[in-house]
């Protein structure tokens, strides 16, 4: 498909984040389908409103244009939805995922990489919810990897139910994407869910464990690791 729109919101991205003086830390580039070797699903931990692009980001050095499942709010709104039809995006309807899905199908089907959001939502927490089930079903439909891929640091910028804070510091940002997953026609959802949370969880301690800012006393912190967020829920 054409890509007129991607490359200069590239572009446009590229230099806010060096407005920003965002310090990236992108690990497991090697574990993302090159050009030649089709599709895949990156599911994402969800910690701020910059996520869909901060990801985007850090697959561009494999040369891939990642596909976003985002909500159908988005999409009817008059700036930012020509953006993301421009972009090839795919609008999420909640109460009607049904096109949604066929259309992230067929975009897997044809060598795309899409982004999902398997939470649904911000964590306000910063811990990993519980996942909804369309990555894996998504998975079993297609047979191709899921990339479990984390985000460290984007919620330090603009989150939910705190103040964005757009001045320019060199917050470091960590994006890892991890080993593939494969998940086969007829396992079962639930425990396919399990197995990727857990792997999502892994590598988001493993990522904390190496961020060089302490979270200690920290707003974007979890209270696992000593910060100020609210508790998790689940």
Known sequence: MADLVYPPVIVALRSFWKYLGLRFDFRGLENLPD?????AILAINHVSYLDFALAGTAALPMKRYVRFMAKKEL???KIVGPLLRGMHHISV????GSASFVAALRALKAGEIIG?????TISVSFEIKELKSGVIRLAQATDVPV???????SQRIWTKKVPRNLRRRKVPISVTF????YFKKGEDVAASEALLRQKMLDILHQVQEQYPDSHVNQRWAPVRLGGN??????
Request: proline share 15%.
């Open 35 to 39: 050009r030649n070797h089709g599709g």
């Open 116 to 120: 999902i959001f398997p939470e649904a």
């Open 75 to 77: 999409f009817d709104n």
């Open 178 to 181: 991890g080993e593939p997953m």
């Open 229 to 234: 967020a609210p508790a998790p829920l689940n």
């Open 147 to 153: 990339i479990p891929t984390i985000i460290w640091g």
């Open 93 to 96: 309807d909640r109460d009607s």
